[in-house]
């Protein structure tokens, strides 16, 4: 009883340092600018929203509705501007990183028959499964 | 089994050290195997944890009383359920269960995250594995639950099995001792996994609102939590210390109210870091003070170094915990400073009539009344270092501070909602606030010709009906926008309206709880007592009740013996209630508890306490207070629970045409 308790300690042991002499990967960080274009997009919009329903609920007024709507739009336009224009090669290193990663993981795995590849966002470099459609952070068509 | 449990609790040191270490140098190296293993760590130092819980539950169960926490907490005659629930009723068994649940919540992150934040994790994981390293090394070595009793044979000190244990405190033996306490521990030790991620994101130097978001459910079911424990908490001591009221403002309670108060700070101020960029330093320092605060909450329990009637004695912990929190402190403060350039708001603010303004208010006085908190509480320690006098301040220095800051804090529920992002044109807050203020001024006049005056209290009914009515406007007229919109009826409007928000009406929701509390709480104003000594067939009268005191009865069973009084309550010469206050004398552990009977109305409480025999012993002592409205606290209680619970459901996306 007492030799079945050590050999399960040992075994739990050994399964929690495996990981330390794996050869293994690193993960390269987000580009920061790309991550803070998106989380700026993601303010606009839910500020966008907020004032639609302020105005709605009798909050402030038309003027005030008009002008300050003009110059979130104007914001988010701004925004989504420099996100196109953020093509980041770091954020291509990370995808490029991450797809080498999986495909290492996918070779070892072979038996298992339901492995789920992954798709990257371009846009801000979220992982969605294979067959996601949109990125499930900001939302951006995935092909 | 008491090795057994030891080694396991051993092993949790170096496993904890080892989550720390690895977790540390995966953050530096950013390798993807070292995160892994410390991730195991993590799930490691949870199993290990667990089975110790259990080893020392199989001792409490099967009353060992060769071991010293099982023979100070328990004994034979214990029901097995106070057995099982004694794991949490003495000092070093709630340290387990602190510990436990620090590396529950370290495996839930772990196994959370293990897809995604990889930048973020290999340091929140360190964060949480240093408070591993250090719960587990009190445990160990400091106030270990599975130390064997040892006694002193002439001069030298023998493992000793007591024929019988000392008993569960009687204070203890009442059934919110299931709940409150791991619910309290669970809102004290939540609140490291929003400062986890605080601490990553500030060593990172990933300062947008991407470590917020994912913290958001952590932070309001840890809020909710320790709100619920809270009021828990003055549920037991109304129905088991006896002396009338929930709430004295004693250490121990204090500790729990202060970390409560700068996380809801935060559930504010964190809005607008969402909304605008700004107060990103603020919202750093709540999450970071919070957990400081928790952590201090179980020093101040535990250290002894301000007496409460119910904190440990003193520990042996004080040094130790100083050591800690200290640590904390420099640790948090120096990277804030660090930080600070790049914790700039992006944008400015536009005008003193907004949303904003009012969430700013919001802080400064959750700021103050942390401070007069902290200061109220700290007061005898700080005395003592100037005028070598403990000087203690009592609730009347706490109500004086408290309650005119909870009456603003309540008036702000309901004026800041009605407010726009911002800016908000007079115009359109007279439209929004006509009405509820002239309602307000209405019933003021109602009350004062029913011959209210005191003046706080009908402060707090005026402002209570503003607020209230504030929010059932918000719901009303949002449910009609919607309705019109979607020509659905209006109670599905409703219904939809709160699911595509929940945040926003989960909040009102616990708005509206605080509302009934506060309702609750100004009912002490109105409070009355009187004290008789009573024989069979006596009686006395409180305000329009009359007493008659029928029977003295005494009893006992092995655990107890008791005496009980009958009490006939009329009012109007109408008989009402029999209520039964009763005394018991514990022979374990050698203590006298009351048992209170309460006759509960919506109206106001009938709290009877029998506190002991007449000098000549022929009569028993009974105290009657009559509480106006002590259920709303209950009831405001329970709403609060179900605002957070919605607060955290999904908001609903709408399928066709979506305009989210």
Redesign the interface.
Known sequence: MSYLAYLTGLAFLVWIVMPLFKKDSTWVSLHMEVEELAERKQRVYGNIADLEFDFAMGRLSEKDFKTIRTSFLSEAGRVMEKLENQKSSKLMDRIQNDIEYLGKKKKKKKKGSKIQTAVFCTECGTENLAKAKFCMKCGKGLS | MADLGNILLFFLFP?SV?TAL?ALAAGV??????L??AR??AY?AF?VTTLAVLALEYLLVTSDFSIEYVASNTNFALPLFYKIVALWAGHNGSLLLWTWIVTIFSAIVAYQHR??N??LMPYVLFVMASTMVFFSILSVFISNPFQTLYQEFGNTLQEFTARDGHGLNPLLQHPAMIIHPPILFIGYVGSVVPFAFAIAALI???L???WIHTTRRWALTTWGFLAVGIVLGGKWAYVELGWGGYWAWDPVENASLLPWLTSTAYLHSVMIQ??K?MLKIWNMALVIATYLLSIFGTFLTRSGIVSSVHAFANSGLGPAFAIFLSMGIIFSVTLLLYRRKDLKP?EEMESLVSRESGFLFNNLLFLLATIAVLWGTMFPVISELFTGDQITVGPPWFNNIMIPIGLALLLLTGVGP????????V??LK??FGWPILGSFILVVVLLAFGMRDGWALGSFAISFFVMWTIVV?FV??AN?RKKNSGENFLVAMYMLSRKNTRRYGGYLIHAAMVVMFIGFTGNAFNSETRAEVGEGDSFDLGPYTFNAIKITEDQNENYSSQTLELEMYRNDRLIDVITPEKRFYFASEQPSTEVDIYSTFREDIYAVLSGMSNDGTKVIVQVYRNPFVTMVWIGAFILGIGTLFAMLPNLRESKGGA?
């Open positions: 496993v080892f690895t190296t950013k390798r993807r195997g070292l892994e293993a195991r760590g490691a199993a897809h995604k990889n930048d990172t130097g990933k947008g609102a991407g969402e909304r960029g992006d009605l407010l726009a992002w911002r800016h908000t044109s115009e359109t439209r929004s918000e007229k949002g926008i989210e």
